[in-house]
T-cell receptor, first 113, second 113 residues
Framework: DAGVIQSPRHEVTEMGQEVTLRCKPI?????LFWYRQTMMRGLELLIY????????DSGMPEDRFSAKMPNASFSTLKIQPSEPRDSAVYFC???????????FGPGTRLTVT | GDSVTQMEGPVTLSEEAFLTINCTYT??????LFWYVQYPGEGLQLLLK?????DKGSNKGFEATYRKETTSFHLEKGSVQVSDSAVYFC????????????FGAGTRLFVKA
């Protein structure tokens, strides 16, 4: 079975540019999470969805960040405009109905210069 | 609020040594407990879990027992291998007014040949 799929795996962009990260959760999972990981701050939950509906976005750092889940098989995290301090690895994870464990994608390493 | 505290790393061991990584938690409800492992350049992977007090989770030679009386979930392995070198995260999850997951800061393990 395919796991969580993220694209791109690496993104290098210049400050001020728009960045879109993509995620395909595991089929049948009803929760989707976006995390950011840095050496300084560790793993941070940005936002999560249940059945495509955003439930908690209190971890989204600023209005520059937005996330959507138009259907059960696709989600995006957008940063506009990007800044060097946004450089991090961004993970998407999904969770099956009635269960608590999360399945992580391989991550997108974002570098903003 | 809920929290997870795990021992700081890095932990450096020789191959075939015994491993213990301590994890304690605070929670208002009755969470499920998890250990995740992250290998370099990859996302977190579920290593093992326990859903109620006195449950023992095990996988790939790793074990952890859900101790409600000491609010602990220590990770152990009898004989580590070089391939176990990774970062280990303790986590709790529960559904209380939403899907809450709290991750520990992670403990980096180095195993020397």
């Amino acid at each position: 079975d395919a796991g969580v799929i993220q694209s791109p795996r690496h993104e290098v962009t210049e400050m001020g540019q728009e960045v879109t990260l993509r995620c395909k959760p595991i089929s049948g999972h009803d929760y989707l999470f976006w995390y950011r990981q840095t050496m300084m701050r560790g793993l941070e939950l940005l936002i999560y969805f249940n059945n495509n509906v955003p439930i908690d976005d209190s971890g989204m750092p600023e209005d520059r960040f937005s996330a959507k889940m138009p259907n059960a098989s696709f989600s995006t995290l957008k940063i506009q405009p990007s800044e060097p301090r946004d450089s991090a690895v961004y993970f998407c994870a999904s969770s099956p109905p009635g269960r608590y464990e999360q399945y992580f994608g391989p991550g997108t390493r974002l570098t903003v210069t | 609020g809920d929290s997870v505290t795990q021992m700081e790393g890095p932990v450096t061991l020789s191959e075939e040594a015994f491993l213990t990584i301590n994890c304690t938690y605070t929670a208002t409800g009755y969470p499920s407990l998890f250990w995740y492992v992250q290998y370099p350049g990859e996302g977190l992977q579920l290593l093992l879990k326990a859903t109620k007090a006195d449950d023992k989770g095990s996988n790939k030679g790793f074990e952890a027992t859900y101790r409600k009386e000491t609010t602990s979930f220590h990770l152990e392995k009898g004989s580590v291998q070089v391939s176990d070198s990774a970062v280990y995260f303790c986590a709790l999850s529960e559904h209380t007014g939403g899907f809450k997951t709290i991750f520990g800061a992670g403990t980096r393990l180095f195993v020397k040949a």
